[in-house]
């Protein structure tokens, strides 16, 4: 299957810093690229769905200013969490999608933000 | 309203059977995917289904009745490493994937 290469895995920053995630598809071209959150035993939340070239569509709930999502290129999207709070501490996962007839979206390692 | 419902945990005995199911109500239909999640990782893709049926794939297996807006994953000859939480996810008509909250799969020697 193709390869989604997320970085940092693991990352602390005190809180009213900003934190940068990046998202690599490595063998494939992804047109979309999905950002999610996750809490403790709960399932995966939507953050935002970012298109290449274009801005991205954030879910309802999701400050836009706060969470930056970039995506440049074909094979790389950012998420910068910005003036990170305690209460930003999550899991976060990022996953991408080739072109429209693609069905499946492959997932990164995920990234373990803790905000001291 | 989007929806999907799946047990919120299940225990079973190794080397056993299980089948966990999930039903799900969305805004069209493109697809119904199983993840496996352990603790503390990212997904990863076990199964899709978007026609009627069985698919099967080694010790799991995926069903499909759309219908009626229904999936199960069964698990054969269960291991220990097989503990984790499945989650179900339905693909919308704008390909969107609609996440069930997982169930978690305690195995048990």
């Known amino acids: 299957g193709a390869v989604v290469s997320q970085h940092p895995s693991r990352v602390i920053c005190k809180s009213g810093t900003s934190v940068k995630i990046e998202c690599r598809s490595l063998?494939?071209?992804?047109?979309?690229m999905f950002w999610y959150r996750q809490f403790p035993k709960q399932s995966l939340m939507l953050m935002a769905t970012s298109n290449e070239g274009s801005k991205a569509t954030y879910e309802q709930g999701v400050e836009k200013d706060k969470f930056l999502i970039n995506h440049a290129s074909l094979t790389l999207s950012t998420l910068t969490v910005t003036s990170a709070h305690p209460e930003d501490s999550s899991f976060y996962i990022c996953?991408?999608?080739?072109?429209?007839?693609?069905?499946?979206?492959?997932f990164g390692q995920g990234t373990r933000l803790t905000v001291v | 309203g989007q929806n999907i419902d799946q047990p919120t945990e299940m225990t079973a005995t190794e080397g056993a059977i299980v089948q966990i199911n999930c039903t799900y109500q969305?805004?069209?239909?493109?697809?119904l995917f199983w993840y496996q999640q352990h603790a503390g990782e990212a997904p990863t893709f076990l199964s899709y289904n978007v026609l009627d049926g069985l698919e099967e794939k080694g010790r799991f297996s995926s069903f499909l009745s759309r219908s009626k807006g229904y999936s199960y994953l069964l698990l054969k000859e269960l291991q220990m490493k097989d503990s984790a939480s499945y989650l179900c996810a339905a693909s919308d008509s704008n390909y969107q994937l609609i996440w069930g909250a997982g169930t978690k799969l305690i195995i048990k020697p």
């Open positions: 063998d494939f071209q992804a047109t979309t």
């Open positions: 996953s991408a999608k080739g072109g429209e007839g693609d069905t499946e979206a492959f």
């Open positions: 969305t805004s069209g239909f493109n697809g």
